[in-house]
């Protein structure tokens, strides 16, 4: 009599599916390695696959190209960035809205974990592929949910109020970037892009209006 066949698919579908979390996760930290190392030239699927300890075949399994490769690197670390302003603006340490502005300025700046080559590389290659709107956007939807909801004391912002803050911090970081200034990470930088949010908070609670508008 023929023994029954044992149900053994679905115990093996969560270590699968775990090692494949894995084997991305491996990618992904090898590919910011490769281009921490040698920026874009160097930047090769084998290169990133090497790095990784993986077959180039198993990269290709997960990835199609270098594009698709940065792309979610770049997803990646935004969503580890937004994760770390969330936690910002929850700041007990310093409740503050000074406080919770310069941790999360701080998170912003500090992103990839300090690899600047491979933060440069990866926005030159954002930048290119002409996707910048689009990665913009849950860092768009998360601070106008933030301005939507003030935090102990935030302004609460308006969708104009959230653009132009955010595009005005977001770019600064982003030019200091792009540009390798060696002020980077500096307390001073820090200390300007708070000065900058603040100002701007600031005005917007005292209800400034702002320039006022001509009629020509």
């Known amino acids: 009599m023929a023994r029954p066949r044992q149900p053994i698919e679905n115990n093996r579908r ?17 590919a910011a390695q490769v281009l921490e190392a040698g920026g874009l030239p160097a930047f090769t699927t084998n290169a990133v696959a ?8 198993t990269l290709y399994q997960y990835f199609a190209d ?14 580890a ?4 302003v969330a936690k910002a603006l929850r700041s007990e340490t310093d409740p503050s809205v000074e406080g919770r502005v310069r941790a999360t300025v701080r998170a912003m700046v500090n992103a990839f974990r ?13 930048l290119a592929q002409g996707i910048t709107v689009e990665m913009m956007g849950p860092i768009a939807a998360f601070i106008a949910e ?5 935090h ?19 770019g600064a970081i982003r030019a200091a970037v792009l540009e390798e200034q060696p002020f980077l990470r500096s307390p001073t930088f820090e200390d300007e ?19 006022r508008r001509t009629i020509a």
């Open 81 to 84: 960035t937004l994760a770390a």
């Open 50 to 57: 090497e790095r990784a300890g993986v077959s180039i075949g």
């Open 114 to 126: 300090g690899r600047q080559r491979a933060r440069k590389a990866v926005v030159q290659a954002v």
């Open 152 to 170: 102990r004391g935030l302004a609460r912002l308006s969708p104009e109020q959230v653009f132009v803050l955010s595009r005005a911090l977001m």
């Open 146 to 150: 933030t301005g939507a909801a003030p």
């Open 14 to 30: 969560i270590p699968h599916q775990a090692r494949a979390t894995e084997t991305v996760a491996a990618i992904l930290e090898g």
């Open 193 to 211: 892009l708070v000065r900058l949010v603040m100002a701007y908070l600031q005005a917007v609670t005292a209800g400034d209006p702002g320039p």
């Open 66 to 79: 270098k594009s698709a490769l940065l792309r979610a690197l770049a997803e990646r670390e935004m969503t």
